[in-house]
């Protein structure tokens, strides 16, 4: 009985409740739909997928003309100097062109000497640039657009999960707290039995042992209780983490999840629903178009190159001026094309085709462990309808074997360790009961998670 009332083990029983119970309250949904738009973790993958928004609007910004503004100033002094002898050159012909003259209308030059950095040199222009063609650029817009996909799709598949968490744990608190209900009557019935045994005691019919035995099976009634309380305890703290609330926060329970009818399924159906519905496929068929359009990609860059056109507008010259002499105006049209790339471009190409070649293994890998989970879990939820059948059969022979040995106690026609082993028997059996039940709610649960539903 210690065993199986055990709020670990209730803890363990109830670890893959789902979210067929989501649909069917109010109270479970309220907390779902918070932690749809509050989760933190949730809010990690929307951050996720906002940035692949971004990375999208980028892609798509290279196709348009790209204007830059660039202004310059430079001041230098030192570095390498040419010696240019202007004054050599000409101040013989400047003496000779003065004696036949007869003035000196023509100076002497001194020589030259030209230091190459430029100083007291400005530029200040508008540049523009704009693709013609590009491979690369319409490929990766493909590529960003079909990762973001994948990543909308993972984040679909955490909300289900998500979904599934929360209800998870919420009905793992409904469990404890009818666990406990079952250890209150058994209590209840106890404290019967310790005011039947006083009187007993009083009337010198028994020894006062008996009233110390019923103490010491209420200890072990209350000790169950404080571990379930415990149990409810942890549950609400974690359904409070995974809607992102104060982890004390009061958690109303709606007992009537834990009464829901279950239905019957079909094996086929719910593996071609898997098939179709699961996120974790649409996020595979993402990456797999992706890794193609990066073949597309390389084998387009060996075949055509890329075409630019561009220019710049601006002035140029000594000293900070805006002078009509320092105006110019620069146009360009150009194409590049790598001849030789040391096999690079034929090893991306390879590359891309291998991680094409993963991902559909991959694929074809996870149809596999869906249908043998959808299959699995169909298998353990009918286990689980039959065990309940035979739980119930226990539970009715040990409520009327109780009630039995019960009255037979009252006309002291039984010992106090029968009557106490009768009663252990039947709140064994009604936890049987509600775990067993528990156990199909749990079942159906991992079935509908395993289908995608």
Request: glycine letters at 4%.
């Amino acid at each position: 009985m210690k065993y199986l009332s055990h709020p670990l083990l209730i803890f363990t029983l109830s670890i893959c409740l789902s979210n067929i119970y989501a649909q069917q309250s109010d109270i479970l949904e309220s907390y779902i739909q918070t932690g749809l738009s509050s989760n933190l973790a949730l809010k990690q993958q929307d951050a996720d997928l906002r940035k692949a928004q971004e990375s999208i609007r980028q892609s798509k910004a290279l196709f348009l003309p790209k204007l830059t503004f660039d202004a310059n100033y430079t001041v230098a002094a030192g570095g390498r100097k040419i010696d240019f002898p202007v004054g050599d050159l000409l101040n013989r012909v400047y003496s000779t062109l003065n004696d036949i003259t007869q003035t000196t209308q023509f100076f002497p030059l001194p020589n030259q000497q030209i230091q190459f950095l430029p100083n007291n040199f400005h530029e200040t222009k508008l540049s523009f640039s704009y693709p013609l063609y590009n491979s690369d650029l319409r490929y990766n817009r493909d590529i960003q657009q079909q990762l973001f996909q994948s990543k909308a799709a993972q984040k679909a598949a955490y909300e289900h999960e998500l979904r599934y968490q929360i209800t998870e744990v919420y009905l793992q608190y409904l469990q404890a707290l009818e666990a406990e209900k079952i250890w209150r009557n058994a209590k209840t019935v106890l404290l019967e039995l310790r005011r039947f045994n006083e009187s007993l005691v009083k009337n010198n019919v028994a020894t006062k042992d008996v009233v110390a035995t019923a103490d010491y099976e209420l200890s072990k009634a209350d000790l169950e209780i404080i571990q379930l309380r415990k149990a409810q305890n942890d549950a609400k703290a974690y359904v409070n983490f995974l809607i992102n609330r104060d982890l004390t926060s009061e958690v109303v329970a709606d007992t009537l999840l834990l009464r829901a009818v279950v239905p019957a399924y079909r094996t086929e159906e719910l593996i071609t629903q898997a098939l179709e519905k699961r996120q974790e496929f649409a996020s595979l068929r993402a990456g797999m178009q992706a890794a193609e359009t990066d073949i597309k990609r390389n084998n387009a860059n060996s075949k055509i190159p890329d075409f630019y056109v561009g220019g710049s507008l601006g002035f140029q010259g000594f000293g900070y001026t805006f002078s009509k002499d320092q105006a110019y105006a620069l146009a360009q049209v150009g194409l590049s094309y790598d001849l030789f790339d040391g096999g690079q471009r034929k090893s991306k190409t390879q590359e891309a085709r291998i991680e094409s070649e993963k991902i559909n293994t991959q694929y074809q890998q996870v149809q596999q462990q869906v249908a043998l989970q959808v299959t699995t879990a169909w298998n353990d939820l009918e286990s689980a309808r039959n065990a309940y059948q035979t739980s119930q059969t226990g539970l009715r022979a040990a409520e009327e074997t109780f009630r039995i040995v019960q009255n037979k106690y009252r006309a002291s026609q039984v010992l106090l360790i029968e009557y106490l082993e009768a009663q252990n028997r039947v709140t064994s059996a009604r936890l049987q009961s509600v775990l067993a039940w528990s156990q199909i709610v749990l079942e159906e649960a991992a079935l509908r998670q395993a289908a995608g539903l």
